[in-house]
């Protein structure tokens, strides 16, 4: 089953009695963490050894033509020149096209080098039996960005947020700035800001619904963003407690190896 979703870049999932299948594939932010709605331990992070990475890749596929094992190799010079020429082979399953070796190729790459870092958390079962493995999040973490940019909504209207810390608003408007919040229907809406005055956040655009109180809010702009990480595991413990594992996410992986 994982060969076969790994042809198509998926992860299979065990879920309810059953498997289901998320795809690697670009994909917007569908719910936001903060230290609000996660518990007492933070956000843990760890990476991979540079011994785990490699520079130079060589796929093996089945030549329709020649009808024979032929291989594609990829190379990363400046990752060649950062580590050395480090090679992994890998035998590409149901592959016949040269194209798709190489795509799979830099896939490897790219995934070592730019997605290495996993964070684990814990976090309540609001949150916990909404996100499922294979989403992406966005996490705001004042330990990693110096400042606070994320917490809970006290109350709202379709265009006015007030937040619950009024120090965590002193964005300047000049430097594109946007509001995340997440609906009552579950979903993550992001508009841009318009003003800000103490713990109220004007937005320029109105929300399709009006925020709930107590909902989660993150603000952002170009010089302070939130990361991105996709969710590997959610985990049911003790306590109404749940544990999430998620690996960075780099949208930009995509147009590097599809084109």
Known sequence: INELAGVM?????WSAGSITLTQDKPTDASYLFNLSNVGEGGFNYSGSSLKTRHSVVAVSYFNMDSKEIDFEVYEDTALIAKIGTVIKQVKAFACTSRGQARRLAKAIVFSENNESEVVAFTTSIDSGVVVRPGAVIDIADPVRSGVR?????NTATTTQITVDDSAATDLP???????S???PNGTVETK?????????????????????????WLLQNDTVQAQKFRVITVEEQDGLVYAITALSYVNAKYSFIED
């Open 149 to 153: 940019r994320g917490g809970r909504v």
């Open 181 to 183: 919040v997440i609906l």
């Open 173 to 179: 408007t000049a430097n594109n700035p946007t509001l």
């Open 192 to 216: 841009g800001v318009q003003s800000i005055s103490g713990a109220v956040i004007t937005v320029s655009s109105a929300f399709s619904q009006a925020p709930n109180a107590n909902t989660i």
């Open 9 to 13: 870049r998926c992860m299979p999932i």
